[in-house]
C-alpha cells in the first residue's frame, strides 16, 4: 500500500464514544432540500448523517461517524479510490496517541478500523470508510474521516465510482 493511501485511511482510529448510543445499520429513503448534483455524496457533520443524493428531491440516507473535536473539517472534494479489506497504517498523529499501535495493520483483521471497506478522498488525508466498532457510528469519534458500519459501506461502495462528488458540511 502507498505511502499517501496509508495516510488517507490512516487519520481514522476513534478517541473514545463521546456519548455514543451506537447506530443501526438501516439506508433510509429521505426526502431533501438543496441544489446538489443527483449521485453526489453530502455529509453533514452536525446531524452525523451522510446524504446519497438520488435526485433533486431524494437521498439515501446512512448514520456516520466523524470527526472528534479539533478534527472535523468542511468542503468539496470526490473519491479517489476503492478499496475492499485494506490495510491500514496510522499515520504520525496517531501514532503519536497511540504509540502502542502497529505500523500496518492488515485488511480484514478485527483491530483494523477500516472495517470492509474504504473510499478515499482527494487531497490524501481522510476516507469514508467501515469500521469494527460499530458503537462509535453516530458519534464524534475520527481524527477526520467518515466511518459507517459495515453493512451501510458496503451499500455506498456499491453505489458510487471512483471521482464521486463529495460535499461535507458542519
Keep these: 500500500m502507498s505511502l499517501r ?3 488517507a485511511l490512516a487519520a481514522t482510529i476513534g478517541a473514545g464514544m463521546l456519548g455514543t ?12 432540500h438543496g441544489d446538489y448534483s443527483p449521485g453526489t455524496i453530502v455529509v453533514k457533520t452536525n446531524e452525523r448523517r451522510l446524504y446519497y443524493i438520488l435526485d433533486s428531491g431524494h437521498a439515501v440516507r446512512y448514520p456516520v461517524g466523524v470527526g472528534k473535536s479539533g ?12 478499496y475492499r479489506n485494506p490495510a491500514w497504517s496510522p499515520p504520525a498523529e496517531v501514532k503519536r496517541d497511540k504509540p ?3 505500523d500496518v495493520i ?19 488525508e481522510y476516507a469514508i470508510h467501515g469500521t469494527n466498532m460499530p458503537g462509535s457510528v453516530g458519534g464524534f469519534v475520527s481524527y477526520g474521516c467518515i466511518r459507517m458500519l459495515n453493512p ?7 453505489r458510487v465510482s471512483v471521482g ?4 461535507v458540511t458542519r
Excluded: C, H, Y
Design 5 to 7: 493511501i496509508a495516510v
Design 21 to 32: 448510543t451506537g447506530a443501526q445499520a438501516r439506508p433510509e429513503m429521505v426526502g431533501v
Design 71 to 82: 478534527k472535523q473539517w468542511a468542503g468539496t472534494t470526490r473519491i479517489d479510490g476503492k
Design 100 to 102: 502502542q499501535m502497529p
Design 106 to 124: 492488515p485488511g480484514g483483521s478485527p483491530r483494523n478500523p477500516m472495517g470492509v471497506a474504504a473510499m478515499t478522498l482527494a487531497g490524501g
Design 152 to 158: 451501510d459501506i458496503t451499500d455506498l461502495f456499491e
Design 164 to 167: 464521486t462528488a463529495v460535499v
